[in-house]
């Protein structure tokens, strides 16, 4: 039977991808799961693992091709799989005119050990128990990989059905993976701290069995795994097969450079392996860098923007147009600087403060306490915001003097009714909504010299975690949810925000974001726009104060509950006017509210 394999959809946006490299030819093998090929779209490249287990049988579109999502980009031959089993060489030469490259491996084997050797490592995994395999899993459409932060079971312990077995990050959420099945964790296939693609085997758990758990393979590679119907015949074919689990897994320099002189006309010497001093490149970066003759020690360099630090294809195309840009400068300046005896002195002073690290060493005055993970991304996410969006913020002040009798009279009657507290921040979103659908413009984002205005107004709340980092859940389709509504969803995403139960979807397609910074006590900010946003709301203390008020042709001094309301916006779209009338239409709805308003 033939599986169709078709381009993937990496995102609601994404409509084609380019083929950067087929990992396997026609007439190969491939197991299921195992990367078929590599693709590139103008949001990620990333590697396609294959649907089925079996022998390629068609590609139907050359490497550097863009094709569209859902088009079928190859065919893989199933019924190869269990015909190799049975007999080795009477069904595999068959196939295709190619596979005389795969049949070699079990051919070679057949008057050796590798028909024993093969099949007697199934039954004597499967007579006391099975084995079951936990996949990395997609935790979105967008979510190609997820970052294994900790195993919370360990090799020989046991696990409960839906119990936590470990916690991953993606770059949108951290969350917690259940166990599959329940049993004894028999292997650990990647270590803390690795990042691994969506579908990868991550563990095997044995069920059936709550006693002794055989040996398992090595932690911390999963080559072995990958390589099994090869790795049996140990000495002749050693060299032949050498190349395809390293291509596929290997991290290590040396093995890689060695299939680069050989694969394809590419400049083999400058071979780029996918990680570099425990850094990720992507295919596209690192078929640049080739095509550009970047050595791995010089990519290694270069400073990225991406995720964790990675270099992306902007980031590289930059550097090689600085690079091409100014060849001759770095050197002019070393000729001229003994001529005067004055200079050399200055010059090392400026120099050395930036080139020197600032001091680490822990010590009685110094605490060194590294970036976890979150942290890290918002420090990225932060930075980027401020190079992407010129920032200009507008301040106003409301009277919510009649919003805080509504709620001190109707909070108690609420919270028993919908087992919810009534807080302030629904009402501030309702405000926020409507002057949304008066001035659209402020639910946009940039694209190029584009302005893509949303039609769905969907609002992200800054949310504080339990470590205090903070993350943005996001309530969809927000206005068309009543006052009981928006609390409700405020509850609800808060609540698994701070128990790491949010999924990524819920993270992403805000179109404008509320920061209540109030809550700490904060009587005024200028928040970040959240990319790619190009405005935030910031929501002050509520205060009693005292204002002035013209009651009948006269002056009065009266005490309000006055709440100061901050706008910060992207200037690239966004002019000091508009922003005015959007923080004038928040403040209006603000002190119109009623108790019909609640009831709504």
């Given at each position: 039977m033939r599986v169709d394999v078709v381009m993937p959809k990496m995102g609601e946006s994404v409509q084609e991808g380019k083929i950067i490299r087929w990992v396997?030819?026609?007439?190969?093998?491939v197991e299921q799961d195992e990367t078929l090929l590599e693709i590139s779209t103008d949001k990620v490249d990333t590697e396609i693992p294959a649907p089925a287990s079996g022998v390629v049988a068609e590609i139907l579109f050359p490497e550097g091709e863009t094709v569209p999502v859902g088009k079928v980009i190859a065919r893989i031959e199933t019924e190869v799989t269990a015909a190799p089993s049975a007999q080795e060489a009477p069904t595999a030469p068959a196939q295709s005119p190619r596979p005389a490259e795969a049949p070699p491996v079990t051919g070679e084997a057949a008057p050796g050990a590798a028909p024993s050797a093969v099949p007697a490592a199934s039954p004597a995994l499967s007579e006391s128990r099975q084995l079951v395999d936990v996949v990395m899993p997609k935790m979105g459409e967008s979510v190609q990989e997820g970052k294994i932060i900790r195993w919370v079971k360990k090799v020989g312990e046991r696990v409960e059905q839906d119990e936590t077995l470990l916690e991953i990050s993606t770059d949108k959420v951290d969350t917690e993976i259940p166990a599959p099945a329940s049993g004894v964790v028999a292997e650990i296939l990647f270590p803390e701290g690795e990042t691994?693609?969506?579908?990868?085997?991550?563990a095997r758990i044995a069920v059936g069995t709550a006693g002794e758990v055989p040996p398992s393979t090595p932690r911390g590679e999963p080559a072995p795994v990958e390589a099994q119907p090869v790795s049996a015949p140990s000495p002749a074919p050693a060299q032949?097969?050498?190349p395809t689990p390293v291509a596929v897994v290997q991290p290590s320099v040396s093995p890689v450079s060695a299939p680069g002189n050989g694969d394809g006309q590419r400049q083999p010497a400058t071979?780029?392996?996918?990680?570099?001093?425990?850094r990720f490149f992507s295919p596209l970066v690192r078929a640049i860098a080739e095509a550009e003759g970047i050595t791995p020690e010089e990519l290694e360099r270069i400073p990225g923007t991406g995720l964790e630090g990675r270099v992306t294809k902007h980031d590289l195309l930059r550097y090689l147009e600085q690079r091409r840009a100014r060849p001759v400068p770095p050197a002019m300046p070393t000729p001229a600087v003994p001529e005067p005896a004055v200079q050399p002195e200055p010059t090392v002073r400026v120099t050395e403060p930036v080139a020197a690290p600032a001091p680490v060493a822990a010590g009685p005055e110094v605490?060194?306490?590294p970036m976890d993970h979150v942290r890290q991304l918002i420090a990225e996410h932060m930075v980027r915001s401020k190079q992407t969006s010129p920032h200009v913020t507008a301040v106003d002040e409301a009277d919510v003097t009649n919003l805080v009798r509504i709620r001190e009279k109707y909070k108690e009657e609420f919270e028993r009714r919908e087992g919810i507290r009534l807080t302030y921040l629904p009402f501030f979103v309702r405000a926020a909504v409507e002057a949304l659908k008066q001035y659209p413009l402020l639910n946009a984002s940039v694209e190029g010299k584009n302005i893509l205005v949303h039609k769905r107004i969907n609002?992200?709340?800054?949310?504080?975690?339990?470590?205090?980092?903070l993350i943005v859940p996001v309530i969809k389709n927000a206005d068309a949810l009543s006052i009981t509504g928006l609390a409700r969803a405020i509850a609800d995403?808060?609540?698994?925000a701070r128990t790491k139960k949010l999924l990524p979807d819920e993270v992403q397609g805000g179109t404008f974001s509320v920061t209540n910074f109030g809550s700490f006590g904060t009587l005024l900010g200028t928040p970040i726009i959240n990319q790619p946003q190009v405005a935030i709301l910031g929501i002050g203390l509520i205060q009693k104060r005292p204002v002035v008020r013209e009651i009948e042709g006269s002056d009065v001094i009266l005490v309000r509950h006055m709440v100061y309301l901050s706008l910060s916006f992207d200037h690239r779209i966004?002019?000091?006017m508009l922003a005015g009338q959007f923080l004038q239409a928040v403040r209006q709805s603000l002190e119109a509210m009623t108790e019909e308003t609640l009831l709504l």
């Open positions: 396997k030819k026609v007439g190969e093998r691994v693609p969506v579908g990868k085997v991550i032949e097969v050498a071979r780029i392996p996918r990680t570099v001093g425990g605490e060194v306490i609002i992200g709340i800054a949310t504080v975690l339990p470590n205090g980092n995403l808060a609540q698994r966004i002019d000091g």
